[in-house]
C-alpha cells in the first residue's frame, strides 16, 4: 500500500508524468486491437481522433510531431511497442 501511495503521491504532483501514462497507455491499447497500424498512417491516426492534440494543448504545449516522437520513442524504449517493416505493433 506505502509503495502504490508513493507512486499516486509522484503522479499528482507532475500531471505532464500523468498525460504522457495515459497516452502511452490508451496508444498502446489501440495499437494491440488493431493488431498492428502502419507507422505512415500513425500521424493521420493520432490527429483524426483529437485526443493527443487535446493532451498536448492542456499538458505539453509542443508541436503536435514532436509529442508524437516522444510517445513513440517512449513506447519502444520500454518495449512496449516495435517498429518493423514500418508497422508498429504491440509486444505482449
Not at 509522484?10 to 498502446?28: E, G, S, Y
Not at 483524426?48 to 516522444?70: D, I, P, S, T
Request: charged residues 20%; proline residues 2%; glycine residues 8%.
Amino acid at each position: 500500500v506505502g509503495y502504490c501511495m508513493g507512486r499516486m503521491e509522484k503522479l499528482l504532483d507532475d500531471p505532464q508524468a500523468v498525460a504522457m501514462h495515459i497516452i502511452t497507455r490508451v496508444l498502446t491499447f489501440h495499437i494491440m486491437i488493431e493488431g498492428g497500424i502502419p507507422q505512415s498512417q500513425m500521424s493521420d491516426y493520432l490527429r483524426e481522433k483529437g485526443w493527443l492534440q487535446k493532451f498536448n494543448e492542456l499538458y505539453f504545449h509542443v508541436e503536435l510531431e514532436e509529442l508524437m516522437e516522444r510517445v513513440l520513442a517512449r513506447l519502444v524504449s520500454n518495449g512496449a511497442i516495435m517498429i518493423q517493416a514500418g508497422v508498429i505493433t504491440a509486444r505482449h
